[in-house]
């Protein structure tokens, strides 16, 4: 039996955050690694609320937000030089 204030997370890996990308705009990103230009991911309109660790991207810069983030998955965006966004 659920309690009324359990809370349900949906997860995505690290992994999957590149398959989230338009398959058009992928290969500008790769294309134009040294750009200013990053890959904004709102994982929240996308279904997803945490993301975690697990997986392996190409170490390309972008901005992902979510409600909820684990400390490898926090690591690896910011190793890539990407940023971490936590939303309400």
């Not at 992928?26 to 997986?55: H, Q």
Request: net charge positive.
């Amino acid at each position: 039996m659920r309690q009324a204030n359990e809370l349900q997370l949906t997860l995505c890996y690290y992994g999957q955050l590149w398959s989230l990308v338009p398959l058009e705009k992928r290969d500008e990103y790769l294309a134009n690694k040294n750009s200013d230009t990053a890959p904004v991911l709102d994982l929240l309109p996308l279904g997803y609320s945490k993301v975690l660790g697990k997986g392996r991207i190409p170490e390309i810069p972008m901005v992902v937000r979510a409600r909820f983030f684990s400390r490898e998955a926090e690591r690896k965006i910011k190793e890539a030089g990407g940023v971490v966004e936590l939303v309400a």
